[in-house]
């Protein structure tokens, strides 16, 4: 099962405002990670944070982690029809010895030109 | 530098069958991650190798059974294949065996099982 939940499943904006996807999850992390993938293709790492970190940023990306509500946002700043994409958290669990990454279900970002 | 490559890019195969998939890390990478995805779904982790033994495994039936070569490139093997295992399969790649590392991932090869 999937242990990340995205929201919103989809979401559609114009070219140059700003999109927000939201990740929740269940179990403590290590860290949690943000990709994208376009088309069904290949997944693209975007960013990193950890546990004891609360804002990571990365060009036009801002993430955010809250582990007390065990969330986390990822800010798209200025879209661009490029942004077109899913974008996927996947956390990975604290569990020494069970590391491995739990995608969840996505979120399908549309930018409109 | 190459990054991760697998093949074939698609493949059709009928129920019962039995499939292998290739991937090849990226260039300096040890660790190879085998992921499944259903069709609007996120990926599931299926197992990863590393020194060429299977170090972890997600919750996948013995069907799926997978190799490690002395190279560091991987197969996937799917036997007796169901409908449901028609997905895009994804291979990752890492330096080392914590997951904590980034994962590089290929393009994926798409599974249709008729």
């Known amino acids: 099962s999937q242990q990340g939940e995205e929201d919103p499943q989809a979401l559609s904006i114009q070219e140059g405002e700003n999109a927000t996807m939201n990740c929740s999850y269940k179990?403590?992390?290590?860290?949690l990670q943000w990709y994208r993938q376009n088309s069904g293709r290949g997944l693209v790492h975007l960013i990193l944070?950890?546990?004891?970190?609360r804002e990571k940023h990365s060009g036009r990306l801002r993430v955010t982690l809250d582990t007390s509500k065990k969330s986390s946002s990822l800010l798209i700043t200025a879209s661009r029809a490029a942004d077109t994409a899913s974008y996927f958290c996947?956390?990975?669990?604290?569990?020494?010895?069970?590391?491995?990454?739990?995608f969840g279900t996505g979120t399908r970002l549309t930018i409109i030109p | 530098d190459a990054g991760v490559t697998q093949s074939p890019t698609h493949l059709i195969k009928t129920r019962g069958q039995q499939v292998t998939l290739r991937c090849s890390p990226k260039?300096?990478?040890?660790?190879v991650s085998w992921y499944q995805q259903a069709l609007g779904q996120g990926p599931q982790f299926i197992f990863q190798?590393?020194?060429?033994?299977?170090?972890q495994r997600g919750n996948f039936p013995d069907r799926f059974s997978g190799h490690q070569f002395p190279n560091y490139s991987s197969e996937l093997n799917v036997n007796a294949l169901l409908l449901g295992d028609s997905a895009l399969y994804l291979c990752?790649?890492?330096?080392?065996?914590?997951?904590?590392?980034?994962?590089?991932f290929g393009p994926g090869t798409r599974l249709t099982v008729l």
């Open positions: 990752a790649s890492s330096f080392g065996l914590a997951t904590y590392n980034e994962q590089f």
């Open positions: 260039s300096g990478h040890d660790t």
């Open positions: 944070i950890r546990s004891n970190e």
């Open positions: 190798y590393y020194e060429e033994e299977e170090r």
């Open positions: 996947a956390r990975l669990r604290s569990n020494f010895g069970n590391e491995k990454l739990t």
């Open positions: 179990t403590s992390i290590n860290n």
